[in-house]
């Protein structure tokens, strides 16, 4: 069992920053790929990026590459999600996700196994 806590969600201006992170309680998080989604008012839950187990292997959705990065830091369980330049179409409820192992890294929700309960990110204009 995993268990994930997010945080760093919040209020910020357009073009502002943002870092979410998401801690693992389970030891066994290090051989996990983990996965950010998101999830707007009215819409479906929607892939944003994703960090294999070895951090060799990063996968972003197309409108966030270049403002988003993802990374992991093992000795502290915890997945983070740095968001520059946001932007008001940024906005939604951030969901971190864990992928037990598998031959590929997952971009849809149905692939991962463990959710945390959301933080939710606002982006003014």
């Known amino acids: 069992q995993v268990h994930l806590v997010e945080s760093g969600g919040g209020l910020v201006q357009a073009g502002g920053s943002l870092r979410l992170s998401c801690a693992a309680s389970?030891?066994?998080?290090?051989?996990?790929?983990m996965g950010w989604f998101r999830q707007a008012p009215g819409k479906e839950r929607e892939f944003v990026a994703a960090?294999?187990?070895?951090?060799?292997?990063?996968y972003y959705t197309n409108s966030v590459k270049g403002r988003f990065t993802i990374s992991r830091d093992h000795a502290k369980n915890t997945v983070y999600l740095q968001m520059n330049s946001l932007k008001p179409e940024d906005t939604a409820v951030y969901y971190c996700?864990?992928?037990?192992?598998?031959?590929?890294?997952?971009?849809?929700?149905?692939?991962?196994?463990?959710w945390g309960q959301g933080t939710q990110v606002t982006v003014s204009s």
């Open positions: 996700a864990a992928q037990a192992p598998a031959p590929i890294i997952g971009t849809m929700p149905q692939e991962y196994h463990y």
């Open positions: 389970a030891r066994t998080f290090s051989s996990y790929a």
């Open positions: 960090v294999s187990w070895s951090e060799s292997s990063t």
